[in-house]
């Protein structure tokens, strides 16, 4: 719905004759989620730990998501942490003991523990020593795995996947080069439902269940039957449409990564294509908000990884702030927020430096999570928990205008120049205080009148004077 000025000032006279025309955006099915949580991309354990005490927990956050712990290949680049050898808790991130000590220390600060598990698959060297000193080679792990516990598709020469819309290839040859477990075999199921209980026994609260696409998904239902709890689960699956794996068949078992979502903020915030903002969700192939974690960027897509794409990452600042702020504002999903390290090219490891160190976060350690404007909106969305998105407006072709119910609303300024700008909006009559930019706004008979300033944010809580 793009709202002209007209329409803005018909509401208002409609309004004061007595008629309810409140624009009111299709509803959002969301149960009850955690506000957001955050993706420590390759932090250490200790790091880890002492951000959920200083910064997660006082900022709001409900949980952080850590690089895999299990050992791994030996190797610099970031992409060795995605390469298994064996399933002890002994990785670039740190000791066991470490691990723990950070889950315990983030628990106590209120900050929940998501895992990054790497179950599709084992490293894809023929032979190697891990970072824990494990020696491996091809099919055989000191899990223990052997041969028999591998696929062997024995299509197109080296056991590759190459025709994405065959299914029973995505799923049993070689994702490069990465031996593929068979998860079809009960004792390769039990195996992995261990190693998730020995992670949930050290008090992980979640799972990131990586590349999830290329397990057949009653098998990965089977695993996740025999781990104990109640653990969230977010499964890998990178579904455009056009291929015959959709991430709906995974919602059984939890939460999904809604791929969709980074094209379509790339589309609005970097293309300035906003009309695809209005009630994308009702589109057809969209997960249900209560299904759907979304992001702006994760470690893959900004690295071309995912579908090759450009994306919205820390490299477009202001406009990725933006973004950000507009994911943390709309009741679609639940939010992941991206915390980064700088990199060049693509298989670029962390940097050697805490980013806890004077000059750690901002250059070498980006820390987005950090941002004012970021924590500011992840305390919005928390405020305006189980609203509705009404009065949804698109002023000046460059202004996106909602509101969450009675309790909040938000203002974006996608554009390069100052927008004047007249919205309806639910909040009452009142003095209010941006919570972004610390701006007074005035709220009188349901409408905002203001001016914002090029690629910036207004922010206003009910009650907030």
Request: charged residues 25%; contains cysteine; negative net charge.
């Amino acid at each position: 719905m793009r709202n002209s000025g007209a329409t803005v000032l018909l509401a208002l006279v409609l309004a004061a004759c007595g008629a309810d025309e409140r624009p009111v955006q299709a509803p959002i099915e969301t149960p009850a989620q955690p506000v957001a949580f955050v993706q420590l991309f390759e932090w250490q354990w200790l790091d880890v730990a002492r951000e959920c005490e200083e910064y997660l927990g006082p900022k709001g956050y409900s949980a952080v998501q850590v690089s895999p712990p299990n050992e791994h290949i030996q190797g610099p680049a970031w992409w060795t942490r995605y390469q298994p050898v064996s399933y002890k808790i002994e990785s670039r991130g740190g000791t066991r003991a470490e691990f723990a000590d950070m889950v315990a220390r983030c628990k106590a600060a209120g900050v929940d523990v998501y895992a990054d598990a790497v179950i599709n698959h084992m490293a894809g060297f023929p032979q190697g020593v891990g970072i824990a000193g494990s020696d491996f080679a091809e099919y055989s792990y000191p899990v223990p795995y052997d041969y028999d516990d591998f696929h062997h598709c024995g299509r197109n020469d080296d056991g590759r996947i190459v025709d994405y819309q065959d299914l029973w290839e995505i799923q049993t040859c070689e994702l490069g080069t990465l031996d593929d477990l068979d998860t079809s075999k009960p004792e390769v199921q039990a195996k992995i439902a261990a190693y998730l209980n020995d992670l949930m026994n050290l008090g992980v609260k979640g799972f990131r269940m990586d590349a999830v696409k290329h397990v057949d998904h009653d098998e990965l239902h089977a695993i996740l039957q025999q781990v104990d709890g109640d653990p969230f689960i977010y499964q890998e699956v990178i579904d455009r449409g056009g291929e015959p794996i959709s991430a709906m068949n995974y919602v059984r078992d939890g939460n999904v990564t809604e791929f969709k979502y980074a094209a379509l903020i790339l589309e609005a915030f970097e293309q300035g294509n906003l009309d695809v903002l209005d009630g994308y969700w009702l589109e057809p192939g969209w997960l249900p908000g209560g299904n759907a974690v979304v992001f702006v960027d994760n470690h893959d897509i900004q690295r071309g990884h995912a579908f090759g794409d450009e994306v919205v990452n820390y490299k477009d600042g202001k406009r990725y702030e933006l973004a950000v702020a507009f994911m943390l504002a709309h009741p679609y999903g639940y939010p992941l927020v991206m915390s980064s390290y700088a990199f060049e090219d693509d298989q670029q490891g962390p940097p050697d430096v805490s980013p806890h160190d004077a000059d750690g976060c901002g250059e070498t350690w980006i820390c987005e999570h950090r941002r004012d404007s970021t924590t500011a909106m992840v305390g919005f969305r928390k405020a305006t928990a189980g609203t509705e998105l009404i009065h949804w407006d698109i002023a000046n072709d460059s202004v996106i205008s909602f509101g969450r119910g009675d309790k909040g609303h938000i203002l974006i300024n996608t554009g390069e120049q100052v927008a004047d700008v007249i919205v309806v909006t639910e909040l009452p009559s009142g003095d209010y205080t941006d919570i972004v930019g610390a701006r007074p706004i005035a709220v009188q008979d349901g409408v905002i009148e203001t001016t914002l300033e090029p690629l910036s944010v207004v922010a206003v809580l009910a009650h907030r004077e």
